[in-house]
């Protein structure tokens, strides 16, 4: 399977390009900039064989089966309808479009094409968040009431561009982390937000677009979420706690693009340490895709799971812009 990368991106680079070169059978072919001389560079740095002159060339090129999409959010809808009508395969970054009704567009889209379409929420694909939803399935803290994602890290320098400064381009952390936390909610509680309630701010970072935000969410169950997103906190460290009826889980530096962290769970017979596999979190969730194009399963989060993460983050940004509890739109989701 060869893979053209829409987009000469840090997260191409850091991560995804090393979890595609992972795969049996799968290699990186080409790769698309808006500046051929930036692509070039990009290219030869990262042993990439191709560059594509423009989109069009990216998708007409016949050895290529799958596209991975990471440019800007603004450009995410665009490209993955066109890589779409081109046949390829499609994994695409959170978040999928600017709007749930692109996101849903792109999702109804490729299921009429028959494609395999992911979004890539890499968090449920770790070691970590994998056992605490395994200890919440199988029991072991009873009914849960309640859970708080701490997300609030401090953006590098090198990432200070257009994520704090270009709502046009998709910044803002609500589209960067919110929609993160909210794929993280729905995988370990297995049901969807109905309903949030929010306050967003900019504390330091953010130049027209938020950089802080805490929202609180209802779900079907009862059970009530809590979530903080942030660019701009250097030391409060991430992770997350679930409480429930008959025990607490509490992982501390689990919301991390790598498999470290720790998780504990408290009980009536006194409190155990978790372990869970460390393996790397973007290799698991292309192995998924992989395997979901081999006809075996399904991407490990879902076109319509990218669909849902956004749909929470907007309405998380409307509650806050508008200062009242609002429901979830879905945008007919399945
Ligand atoms: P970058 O800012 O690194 O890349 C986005 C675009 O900016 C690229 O496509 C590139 O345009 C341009 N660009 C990048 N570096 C430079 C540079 N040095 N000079 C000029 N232009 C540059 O974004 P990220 O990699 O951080 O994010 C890309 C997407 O991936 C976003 O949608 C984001 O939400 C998502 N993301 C997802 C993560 C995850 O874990 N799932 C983690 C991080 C990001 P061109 O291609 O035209 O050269």
Redesign the pocket.
């Known amino acids: 399977m060869k893979w053209a990368l829409i987009?000469?991106?840090?997260?191409?680079r850091d991560?995804v390009m090393n979890a595609i070169r992972a795969q049996a059978g799968h290699e990186v072919h080409s790769v698309?900039?808006?500046?051929p001389a930036?692509?070039a560079e990009?290219a030869k740095a990262e042993g990439i064989p191709h560059t594509a002159a423009d989109l069009a060339a990216a998708l007409s090129d016949p050895e290529v089966g799958a596209v991975y999409i990471?440019?800007?959010?603004e450009k995410?809808h665009a490209q993955a309808m066109a890589a779409i009508g081109a046949g390829k395969h499609v994994l695409c970054?959170?978040?999928l479009a600017m709007t749930v009704g692109e996101a849903a567009e792109m999702v109804h889209a490729a299921q009429r094409a028959g494609i395999v379409f992911g979004t890539?929420?890499?968090l449920r694909c770790s070691g970590s968040h994998r056992a605490i939803r395994d200890l919440i399935a199988d029991g072991r803290i009873g009914r849960v009431l309640s859970m708080r994602v701490f997300h609030a890290v401090h953006l590098p320098q090198h990432?200070q561009?257009?994520r704090i400064n270009d709502a046009s381009a998709?910044g803002g952390v609500i589209?960067?982390i919110t929609v993160h936390d909210a794929d993280v909610a729905r995988f370990i509680l297995g049901e969807d937000p109905v309903r949030v309630t929010a306050q967003m701010a900019a504390s330091g970072m953010g130049e027209g677009v938020e950089d802080s935000a805490m929202s609180v969410w209802t779900m079907p169950s009862g059970a009530m979420v809590m979530a903080h997103e942030s660019f701009t906190h250097p030391f409060a460290g991430s992770g997350l706690e679930v409480h429930g009826t008959e025990g607490s889980i509490f992982a501390r530096g689990v919301m991390t693009?790598r498999p470290v962290g720790d998780v504990e769970l408290v009980t009536r017979e006194g409190r155990e340490v978790v372990p869970f596999s460390d393996h790397d979190l973007y290799t698991q969730g292309l192995a998924d895709f992989a395997a979901a194009i081999r006809g075996e399963g399904t991407p490990a989060a879902t076109g319509w799971d990218g669909v849902k993460s956004l749909a929470v983050a907007h309405a998380v940004r409307a509650a806050a812009a508008q200062g009242r509890a609002l429901n979830v739109d879905y945008g007919g989701a399945q």
């Open positions: 987009g000469a991106s840090t997260i191409a991560y698309l900039s808006g500046s930036r692509g990009y990471s440019t800007t959010n995410h970054e959170k978040p890539n929420h890499h990432l561009g257009w998709g589209p960067d693009q």
